[in-house]
């Protein structure tokens, strides 16, 4: 037993050694063979500063990429950039001697689609040349501060195709090349990261108040951690704490269809609303606009700062959220089964059975006072001069009737009215005989 325990033992050892060596060895030949397919030798040259495109340069300040240096990049589209990049492959060098036969312009034609790296230590450039007529492989001119030598190179993209291309004559398809071209020209606006808060760095989680003044509409107050409105919530009613954390994400998720740089805030106009977010003492304003210099449309900018954002109908939404929104809007959570439902009109009375064939009629009605409301108002005098139809339910009364488009329920006990809009909703009968049995 003792016996074969050692030659475990050793055989175990054995193995890990063996696992050890190879799987070493293996890197180092994937590292080498990454070496040997490298456009430049990137270890001689230092650390990456920069990566410049015809129309854009990308700048490196500390670990995050900026537009020209002075505008941060969209992380997703550095990703794709960067990504497609390493993916460049050196497959071989055309000799010297053909290229001097051949002529230069035969692989490269002009020199306008071209990248250039900046390193510690120097740079180098690759030029976009032609693509080969019987490969997916394309030339590329490869010169660098080190060597200074201008050769030309075969590479492949290795990078899998994304798009679903006809096996047939698929070993010569251009997708590739016209990706990589695509990628070249880019348009240094596409480059831009589009969110409201790109530049500018706000802590939301302390977030101790929030201001909305409406220009046409109410203007609010929102005190995230008590709960509180100001205007004072009804007290029939109650915060509504979903649609705080929707309308603070949603502000510092907010992204735009576009970008503008080095602008002013007295480039805008026709001011619509503006947001401010207060952290203790610091307070960022964020404004809403319809005309940017002779443009109209929805801009969002943070007062101050030297971008601003176009956004989308959805977003545009946002800047009309009202004081009432942040509030629940029904009577009741929910209703006693144990407690009588009577409805009355014109001295006529039914009463909510639980089991009779009225029983539906009577729940859809009911529904209305555990339901949110579109809005709410407050009762009127002259209110009660409505006909409707009556619901008792406890020690409270309720008045329904219909307005043009909506269904009302007044509580003169709460002196509020709850307004519900019934466009394209079959909405519960107010006649007292559909609830007789």
Avoid at 298 to 306: E, H
Wanted: with cysteine; proline share 2%.
């Amino acid at each position: 037993m003792k016996k074969n325990l050692s030659l475990l033992l050793i055989l175990v050892s054995l193995l890990a050694v063996t696992y050890f060596v190879e799987e070493r060895g293996s890197r180092q030949k994937v590292e080498q063979k990454q070496k040997q397919e490298s456009l430049f030798n990137e270890e001689l040259l230092g650390s990456l500063k920069s990566i410049s495109f015809p129309d854009f340069d990308l700048v490196l300040k500390g670990d995050q990429y900026f537009v020209d240096g002075n505008f941060p990049i969209d992380d997703k589209k550095r990703d794709m950039i960067l990504e497609q990049l390493t993916r460049l492959r050196l497959k071989s060098v055309v000799p010297v001697r053909d290229v001097e036969k051949i002529g230069r312009s035969f692989f490269i034609e002009e020199k306008n689609a071209w990248v250039k790296f900046t390193f510690e230590k120097g740079w180098a450039q690759v030029f976009l040349g032609k693509k080969l007529d019987f490969s997916k492989e394309f030339y590329m001119e490869v010169v660098d501060s080190l060597s200074n030598e201008e050769k030309i190179a075969i590479v492949e993209d290795s990078k899998p195709e994304e798009a679903v291309i006809d096996a047939r004559g698929n070993e010569r398809s251009d997708y590739k090349y016209r990706r990589l071209q695509s990628l070249i020209f880019l348009p240094k606006e596409f480059m831009y990261d589009q969110s409201l808060f790109s530049k500018i760095k706000f802590d939301f989680e302390s977030l101790s108040k929030v201001t909305v003044n409406n220009v046409k509409k109410l203007s609010y107050v929102i005190i995230p951690k008590e709960k509180r409105l100001t205007p004072s919530i009804p007290s029939s009613f109650t915060f509504n704490e979903a649609q705080l954390s929707s309308f603070v994400e949603n502000i510092q998720k907010m992204q735009g269809q576009k970008v503008y740089i080095n602008v002013k805030d007295e480039e805008f106009s026709t001011h619509i609303c503006t947001i401010s977010l207060f952290k203790g003492e610091e307070k960022i304003e964020v404004d809403f606009y319809r005309m940017y210099k002779n443009t109209i449309g929805s801009f969002v900018k943070i007062k101050g700062s030297d971008y601003a954002i176009a956004v989308s109908e959805q977003n545009d939404n946002l800047f009309f959220t009202e004081y009432q929104d942040f509030i629940v809007k029904r009577f009741h959570e929910s209703l006693d089964l144990n407690k009588k439902i009577v409805l009355e009109k014109n001295g006529k009375k039914a009463e909510a059975q639980k089991n009779n064939e009225t029983k539906t009629k009577f729940s859809k009605l009911t529904d209305y006072l555990t339901r949110d409301a579109s809005y709410f108002t407050p009762y009127l005098k002259e209110d009660m001069k409505q006909e409707g139809l009556s619901l008792h339910y406890g020690n409270e009364s309720y008045l329904f009737y219909k307005n043009d488009h909506e269904l009302v329920v007044l509580n003169k006990e709460k002196k509020l009215k709850l307004h519900y809009k019934i466009d394209g909703e079959v909405a519960p009968s107010l006649s007292i005989k559909d609830y007789l049995r």
